[in-house]
């Protein structure tokens, strides 16, 4: 049996999924449910976690899953407490019988170091984790960078911005890569097909495009987004 405060709660979370496919924020719950502070929240979630009502979603910020609603005449009313709110109880009929998965609004990927000269993307160390907005990521495995440089500074990408690549091993002419040279020096350059060569392009006029042969050069990755604190 569920309390009046955790079949709002359910409630509220089913109706914020099907609206957006993100999980509503814990300030959000709070002021949702009029409790005093978010430490509630987390003793409603986790009491909901242990019935199996919801589920946290590993590495991601935000993300619960409704795994199942309650059936009717589930609430428990405590003698003296106020009957559901109207919020909850139109909730509870309405919910989907199918509930969308919810958006993985944050993930958490690699960060491999800073990009530079002389430094071999496998012998970084897999030393933290990056959070995300998964919307800059889309489909595929990824890993983070730190800029270092200024060699990129004419396509917006900065000295200590983060680069967010994806895994791969091709790119088309055009796509900015990390490309692996003489399996020695990373890079992170414009890919570029010139005759039977690879051409590398910087984005600042102050630097030349490198220019190697194809067994030179290994493509690690392309790159995906781009982060950058202020």
Known sequence: MLTRK???????????????????SFE???????LK?????????????????????????????VLRMPERGETKKA?????ASPMASTSATSAPSTLPAPANDVVEIPLHGRIAA???????????????????L???EHYALEVAGDSMVEAGILDGDY???????????GEIVVALIDENEAT????????????????????????????????QGRLAGLLRKY
């Open 6 to 24: 955790q079949h709002e709660l359910i409630c509220f979370i089913a109706d914020r999924l099907a609206e957006t496919g993100v999980s509503p």
């Open 138 to 140: 889309g489909a595929g």
């Open 188 to 219: 992170l350059k414009y890919f570029r097909k010139e005759g039977a060569m690879i051409r590398l392009d910087p984005a600042n006029r102050d630097y030349n495009p490198q220019r190697y042969r194809p067994d030179q050069v290994r493509v």
């Open 79 to 83: 003698s003296g407490t106020k009957t």
């Open 163 to 173: 680069a967010l690549i994806r895994r791969t091993e091709t790119a088309r002419d």
């Open 37 to 65: 502070s978010k430490s509630g929240v987390h003793r409603l979630i986790s009491a909901l976690e242990e019935r199996e009502f919801i589920r946290r979603l590993p590495n991601r910020a935000r993300a619960l899953e």
């Open 28 to 34: 959000e719950m709070k002021e949702a449910l009029d």
């Open 118 to 136: 002389g430094t071999p993307i496998e012998a970084l160390q897999d030393s933290a984790m990056l959070p995300v907005p998964a919307a800059l």
